[in-house]
T-cell receptor, first 112, second 115 residues
Framework: DAKTTQPPSMDCAEGRAANLPCNHS???????VYWYRQIHSQGPQYIIH???NNETNEMASLIITEDRKSSTLILPHATLRDTAVYYC?????????????FGKGTKLSVKP | GAVVSQHPSRVICKSGTSVKIECRSL??????MFWYRQFPKQSLMLMAT?????????EQGVEKDKFLINHASLTLSTLTVTSAHPEDSSFYIC???????????FGPGTRLTVT
C-alpha cells in the first residue's frame, strides 16, 4: 500500500498558485518525498523531490514540514497544461526498497 | 533528463495472440527496468522489476508465464503478453533506472487493446 495520503481532486484557477498537500506520517528517516505527475494517457513525469529541506526547481517548489510528516507541492502559476494527476511518493534512495509505488494521487484541474 | 522510449505506442490484437512491447533507454544504461500496468481511472500498478541479465521479479498476483519479461541488454527490456484476452487491455508503462542512479525515468506508455 502507498504510504501517502492525498486529496482525490483539486481545482485551481489559471495563473494562480496550486498547492497540493500530501500526508506521510509514517515516513522513515531515510525516505525521500517524491512528486510525479501524469498527464492523461502519458507516462509519469518527475517533478521534484526532497529529504528535509524545502526544494525549488523550474517546475515547482516542495515544502516539507519540520517533522516531515507532510509536504506541499506548489505550482506557482498554474496553466491549463498543468492539469494532471499528481502523485506524492515516499521512497528510500536505491535498492529494491527504492521502487516507486504509486497511490491514487490528486487530480488537479486548472480552469480558465 | 534521461529518455525512455516505448514501442509501439498503441497496439490492437485479437484474443489469443501474443503481443510484445519494447522499452528502451536512449541515453543511459538501465541496470533496472520496471513494468507497470494502469487500468482506466486507476493508478499505476507495479507488475515486475528486472535487472539486466537476470530473471524478473514479479509482484504478487502477476502471472510470470503470461507476462514474459526479458532484459537482455542495458538499453532494452521487452514485455510479452502471451495469449492476450480482453481483460489484459490496459496502459502498459515501463520505467528505467541506471546503476548508481536512484532516479526512475518513465516511458510514454503503450495502449494495448485486445478484441
Amino acid at each position: 500500500d502507498a504510504k501517502t495520503t492525498q486529496p482525490p481532486s483539486m481545482d485551481c484557477a489559471e495563473g494562480r498558485a496550486a498547492n497540493l498537500p500530501c500526508n506521510h506520517s509514517t515516513i522513515s528517516g531515510n525516505e525521500y518525498v517524491y512528486w510525479y505527475r501524469q498527464i492523461h494517457s502519458q507516462g509519469p513525469q518527475y517533478i521534484i523531490h526532497g529529504l528535509k529541506n524545502n526544494e525549488t526547481n523550474e517546475m515547482a517548489s516542495l515544502i516539507i514540514t519540520e517533522d516531515r510528516k507532510s509536504s506541499t507541492l506548489i505550482l506557482p502559476h498554474a496553466t491549463l497544461r498543468d492539469t494532471a494527476v499528481y502523485y506524492c511518493i515516499v521512497r528510500v534512495a536505491g535498492g529494491s526498497q527504492g521502487n516507486l509505488i504509486f497511490g491514487k494521487g490528486t487530480k488537479l484541474s486548472v480552469k480558465p | 533528463g534521461a529518455v525512455v522510449s516505448q514501442h509501439p505506442s498503441r497496439v490492437i490484437c485479437k484474443s489469443g495472440t501474443s503481443v510484445k512491447i519494447e522499452c528502451r533507454s536512449l541515453d543511459f544504461q538501465a541496470t533496472t527496468m520496471f513494468w507497470y500496468r494502469q487500468f482506466p481511472k486507476q493508478s499505476l500498478m507495479l507488475m515486475a522489476t528486472s535487472n539486466e541479465g537476470s530473471k524478473a521479479t514479479y509482484e504478487q498476483g502477476v502471472e510470470k508465464d503470461k507476462f514474459l519479461i526479458n532484459h537482455a541488454s542495458l538499453t532494452l527490456s521487452t514485455l510479452t503478453v502471451t495469449s492476450a484476452h480482453p481483460e489484459d487491455s490496459s496502459f502498459y508503462i515501463c520505467s528505467a533506472r541506471g546503476a548508481g542512479n536512484y532516479e526512475q525515468y518513465f516511458g510514454p506508455g503503450t495502449r494495448l487493446t485486445v478484441t
